[in-house]
C-alpha cells in the first residue's frame, strides 16, 4: 500500500511563514516528480510549485520570491517552505507526486490535502 501523507498547514497571520511537507509512504522504488498544488473556494486547482528527480523546478508566477520546493530524495519528502503569507494564499495544498513500486506505476498521484489559513 502507497499513500503520500502532508502535514504543516495551519492559521498564520499575513507576512508569516509555513512550512509543508509531503512523504511518498511504501515499499517505493523511485519517486519522479514531485509538486504542490492548492485548491482555494469556489476556483480551480492549481499548481504552486514542482520539482523533478533531477532538481528542475517550476514555480507559479504568483509565489515566486516567497515560495520555495525543495526535496530530501533519501527520505522521499518534498517540502513547500511558504514566506511572506498573503490572504490569497489561504487554499487546501495537495502534494502530487509520480513514482512507482518495483511492480507498479503511480503517476499524477495525490495526498489527502493540508489546509493553510493567511488571516489576520
Known amino acids: 500500500q502507497v499513500q503520500l501523507v502532508e502535514s504543516g498547514g495551519g492559521l498564520v497571520q499575513p507576512g508569516g511563514s509555513l512550512r509543508l511537507s509531503c512523504t511518498v509512504i511504501?515499499?517505493?522504488?523511485?519517486?519522479?516528480?514531485m509538486g504542490w498544488y492548492r485548491q482555494a473556494p469556489g476556483k480551480q486547482r492549481e499548481l504552486v510549485a514542482t520539482?523533478?528527480?533531477?532538481?528542475?523546478?517550476n514555480y507559479a508566477d504568483s509565489v515566486k520570491g516567497r515560495f520555495t520546493i525543495s526535496r530530501d530524495h533519501a527520505k522521499n519528502t518534498v517540502y513547500l517552505q511558504m514566506n511572506n503569507l498573503r490572504p490569497e494564499d489561504t487554499a487546501v495544498y495537495y502534494c502530487?507526486?509520480?513514482?512507482?513500486?518495483?511492480?507498479?506505476?503511480?503517476?499524477?498521484?495525490w495526498g489527502q490535502g493540508t489546509q493553510v489559513t493567511v488571516s489576520s
Open positions: 520539482t523533478t528527480s533531477e532538481g528542475s523546478t
Open positions: 502530487n507526486a509520480d513514482f512507482s513500486t518495483r511492480t507498479v506505476d503511480y503517476p499524477n498521484y
Open positions: 511504501g515499499s517505493i522504488f523511485k519517486v519522479y516528480s
